[in-house]
Nanobody
Framework: QVQLVESGGGLVQPGGSLRLSCAASGIIFSMNTAGWWRQAPGKQREMVAGITSGGRKNYGDSVKGRFTTSRDNDKNTLYLQMNSLKPEDTAVYYC?????????WGQGTQVTVSS
């Protein structure tokens, strides 16, 4: 059974930083494509960052230069380092991983950027 558990969300002021973590069980991040998505109220879910099994990364246009995704293969954990946060980054952030055509999602963690 695949389980993804996100943590690290919270309230931060504009310009601040947060690091999200996603711990996986039942699947190995380094053998699959994984990433982060987010969904703000009233908006569609959008891709934030992705990382392939080979380590190639890509980012959504709105976060390029500010967010960085990485993984710790020993801990089987995915990270999202978010810097220079803006109010428009406020959303529920989800971790996901693909095994073939089958996708798995975490429960999400709330990130709120506000003064």
């Amino acid at each position: 059974q695949v389980q993804l558990v996100e943590s690290g969300g919270g309230l931060v002021q504009p310009g601040g930083s947060l690091r999200l973590s996603c711990a996986a069980s039942g699947i190995i991040f380094s053998m699959n494509t994984a990433g982060w998505w987010r969904q703000a109220p009233g908006k569609q879910r959008e891709m934030v960052a992705g990382i392939t099994s080979g380590g190639r990364k890509n980012y959504g246009d709105s976060v390029k230069g500010r967010f960085t995704t990485s993984r710790d293969n020993d801990k089987n954990t995915l990270y999202l380092q978010m810097n220079s946060l803006k109010p428009e980054d406020t959303a529920v952030y989800y971790c996901n991983v693909w095994r073939g055509s089958e996708g798995y999602w975490g429960q999400g963690t709330q990130v709120t950027v506000s003064s």
